[in-house]
């Protein structure tokens, strides 16, 4: 009889089973508490790494493609060059929408929160096109505010100087155009109002700039280009179609 007593019943057996598998498998499921899932770190990862790219594309430095000529001989189509942020000062972005794209958000304009200086004449700077801001634009300044800037049969003047621009610039029609018809060989003169920069292409006879459509206003300033990085001409030999020499290259 006691033996029966001592021999634990049916119930009993199921209990202490289903007691061992819990504390089995609440070991491990205690201890993978603390330990992230592979998916959570790349997507920490991944966002961590895209919010990094945007801070830098914002406020630091900023790569962008030549996709026409009016910058030759400075710039080539097919150039890719980077703009420095940093170049003016620590710029805070304004006019900003949200967009379904990276970066996320795009910013129309900037204002500078530290000043390290002014655009310069001769600075090749990239810009919100004044007359489509969803494009950017690259150009040289040619005057700053207060400058008076005029075209005289292809001669640049400022302040009433002859601008020796041949270092930097070309003219390919040797032919004069009148002012009365379109600005590009004859223009002003204008005097250049606060806030605001007179730019033209270095390619003077076949660029669309200040002649044509006014003044950047300063806030509208992305940055000043100083760096090749990347030139791709696609054309030619295939041996060609990479400018290795261009790689690197300061841009002045």
Partial sequence: MSGETDR???DDLTSATVDGQADA?????LSQL????LFREYAEAIVVAMLLAFAIRVFVVQ???????SMIPTLLIGDHILVSKLSYGIQWPSQCKFQAAFPPVNC????????????????????RFPEDEE???????VG????????????????????DDKAFTQRIDPG???????????????TVPEGAYFVMGDNRDQSLDSRFWGFVREEKIRGKAFRIYWSWSGQGQWTEWVRWDRFGKAIQ
Avoid at 25 to 29: C, D
Avoid at 34 to 37: E, F, L, N, V
Avoid at 108 to 117: K, P, V, W
Avoid at 135 to 141: C, G, H, L, M, V
Wanted: hydrophobic share 35%.
């Fill in 144 to 163: 700053g505010p207060g400058d008076t800037v005029q075209v005289r049969n292809k001669a640049i003047v400022v302040n009433g100087t002859v601008l």
């Fill in 25 to 29: 498998a609440g070991t491990p499921a």
């Fill in 108 to 127: 129309y304009a900037s204002q500078a929160l530290i000043e390290f200086g002014k655009p310069q004449r001769g600075d090749v700077i990239v810009f």
């Fill in 63 to 69: 790569a962008f493609k030549i996709p026409s000529g």
């Fill in 34 to 37: 603390g330990r992230k899932s």
């Fill in 135 to 141: 494009k950017d634009f690259i150009k040289r300044i």
């Fill in 8 to 10: 634990p019943s049916p």
């Fill in 176 to 190: 004069i155009i009148d002012g009365t018809i379109n600005p590009r060989d004859n223009f002003g003169p204008v």
